[in-house]
């Protein structure tokens, strides 16, 4: 009796668990949850960084300057410079010829100037990009010039007025503001800032524009807006 029983309880265990297998929905898998940690915000790139080091520094030195706009436009005169060419480092040549010693190649000089007149020489020019033979004589001369980056009327209007003759002759000779380039170019170029006129060569912008500013800074001089604005354009895309 027992025995039987026990079997129709575990046929009846059997059916149940078979009715419940087929009748009612399977549960879902138990998943872990796993929470994604967000990727770390890369930091913000100084965009000075991508520019050339003399860019960059000539970007520190414009934001420097006081901007101001042109004065006494119609007083100017070259005289108040001093002495055109003056020798003003002492060293027995005059700058005209200190230039092209420096910026030419293949100098020659005249025999008894102690290495100081220039005769010959050859000019890579970097506002045109060009090679350009020097021969000192007349009618040949002045194919070479010799630029002021910053030009002496332009600097008139920004500041320069207030300065001594002294101060007016230095910064006429100074090197740092003198570039031997083409003549026709030195010519067509005045008294021009940079929002009118840069080389022609423009791979030479750059160079030309952290200069501007290098000379700018040196001697305290304001800036107009139209060049500054200028000037920041070029200089912010002198990439490394």
């Not at 930091?43 to 414009?62: C, T």
């Not at 002294?166 to 030195?186: K, V, Y």
């Not at 005045?190 to 800074?217: H, K």
Request: net charge negative; hydrophobic share 35%; aromatic share 6%.
């Amino acid at each position: 009796m027992r025995t039987r029983l026990f079997l129709v309880m575990v046929i009846i265990a059997g059916a149940v668990t078979i009715a419940a297998t087929l009748f009612l929905p399977a549960l879902p898998p138990i998943r872990s949850e796993v929470t994604q940690t967000p990727a770390a915000a890369l930091p913000s790139q100084d965009p000075s960084q991508q520019l050339n080091p003399e860019a960059a520094a000539a970007v520190g030195l414009l934001e420097q300057l006081d901007l101001s706009e042109p004065r006494n436009q119609d007083s100017y005169e070259r005289d108040a410079f001093g002495q055109r060419w003056a020798d003003i480092d002492r060293n027995g040549c005059d700058q005209r010829n200190d230039i092209l010693a420096r910026d030419l190649t293949g100098v020659t000089t005249k025999p008894g100037t102690r290495d100081c007149v220039v005769l010959t020489g050859t000019l890579d020019d970097p506002y045109t990009g060009t090679i350009i033979p020097f021969e000192r004589g007349q009618g040949t001369s002045e194919l070479v010039q010799i630029d002021h980056i910053v030009p002496l009327a332009w600097a008139w209007r920004q500041g320069a007025d207030a300065w001594t003759t002294d101060e007016r002759e230095r910064f006429a000779n100074d090197p740092l503001n003198l570039q031997a380039t083409d003549g026709s170019t030195n010519a067509s170029k005045s008294d021009r800032g940079p929002s009118e006129w840069m080389p022609p060569d423009n791979s030479y912008d750059c160079e030309y524009s952290a200069r501007f500013v290098e000379i700018l800074a040196t001697y305290d001089l304001t800036i107009n807006t139209p060049d500054e604005s200028a000037l920041a354009a070029k200089l912010t895309s002198c990439s490394s």
